[in-house]
């Protein structure tokens, strides 16, 4: 697997006509050579390369890093371009979007007579097509979380409050086996439900509101992204029908998941059915986003989305209606594209949950 990552990598190096490409993005580092320490940086060369840390990863890289040989630098620019120099790169590729400026200045200030060459957002989409162990990892991610929601379902209750529910959740996904949380969780009761983003606050849940849980844990790297809208007591009609039109929504953009389609189509499919039901202006962002090593990368899956399904992708479909003052729905899952459609890896059932 990570033999076809180095392959595909290396079609930049023609691509760009560099004869090295510079990673410092540390997913792209893990994505390429299986490193997973907090530090280093990896060249890929026509023929080779090396991947480069400091004396704290030596260990670590010897025994994570097989395909490319390691060496240990002191600083860690320096250790770059003598590296560079050796090797005899003339141009060298980076990731535009991923150094820093002052990075890029002292790298070109230490490498006299070598060409820096930006790649770009060509870059970002390297990761967009998922390996058979990527997509293992992924399902695996997913179901964790999933399960960690159903777990914890018991403590979303009048009178919780909604950091304690976020901790309960965080809790049980460590406890299936999850690393870490993916991101910091929305609990978002009542009228804070208006907030896309609105982090678990010290709010206490009310009887009678809606939550909206927006969580995902990481399994050995991987992200998992899911969204529930639940109701806390019997939900009143304004409630359901809102909740309705998002579910409709979600369900029509899933339904049309298939290679070859736009992702602007998708995003197209879920918004006009909500403008259509007269709430388009409460559904201000994208349909969705790719999932991997990071809990938001490539495709774009909304309207400035660019380009056309492929199987292999993963991505969310998270549409939403957020109303000022009322509060908000939102439904998410995270779907493998397959030859023929798509396979949900998120399994919280997305019928209104009653608690
Ligand atoms: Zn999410
Ligand atoms: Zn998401």
Not at 109 to 130: F, S, Y
Not at 189 to 199: D, I, V
Not at 250 to 270: M, S, W
Request: proline share 3%; glycine share 12%.
């Amino acid at each position: 697997m990570l033999k076809d990552r180095i392959s595909s990598s290396r079609e930049y190096l023609e691509r760009f006509g560099v004869d090295a490409i510079l990673f410092v993005n540390l997913y792209n580092i893990r994505y390429l050579c299986g490193f997973t320490g907090s530090d280093g940086a990896l060249l890929v060369t026509r023929d080779g390369g090396m991947f480069l840390t400091d004396s704290r990863y030596t260990t670590q890289a010897a025994q994570e890093v097989t395909r490319f040989p390691s060496r240990e630098y002191r600083g860690k620019l320096e250790g770059i371009a003598s590296y560079i120099q050796e090797y005899g790169a003339v141009r060298v590729g980076f990731e535009s979007e991923q150094m820093s400026v002052a990075q890029f200045h002292a790298l070109a200030g230490i490498l006299p007579g070598i060409e820096l060459v930006p790649i770009g957002t060509e870059l970002t989409t390297l990761r967009q097509i998922k390996d058979v162990q990527e997509l293992e990892l992924l399902a695996r991610s997913a179901d964790l979380a999933s399960r960690a929601l159903l777990e914890i379902c018991g403590e979303i209750r009048p009178g919780a409050k909604e950091r304690d529910v976020a901790l309960a959740l965080e809790f049980a996904i460590k406890r299936g086996g999850g690393e870490e949380k993916a991101f910091d969780f929305i609990v978002a009761s009542g009228t804070r439900g208006a907030l896309p983003h609105g982090k678990a606050s010290d709010k206490l849940i009310a009887a009678g509101e809606l939550v909206t849980l927006d969580f995902g844990g990481v399994y050995q790297g991987y992200c998992s992204d899911e969204t529930v809208t639940v109701a806390v007591g019997t939900p009143n009609e304004r409630q359901r029908e809102i909740y309705g039109i998002v579910k409709e929504a979600h369900d029509l953009a899933l339904a049309a998941v298939q290679p070859g389609i736009q992702f602007r189509e998708l995003d197209t499919i879920a918004r006009d059915f909500i403008t259509a039901r007269g709430y388009g202006e409460f559904f201000g962002h994208g349909l969705g986003h790719g999932v991997g090593l990071e809990v938001h990368e490539k495709p774009v899956v909304s309207f400035r989305g660019e380009g056309e399904v492929k199987a292999g992708m993963v991505f969310t479909i998270e549409p939403g209606i957020y109303i000022p003052g009322w509060g908000g729905v939102r439904i998410e899952d995270t779907v493998i594209v397959t030859p023929d459609g798509y396979r949900c890896l998120t399994g919280v059932p997305k019928e209104l949950m009653i608690l």
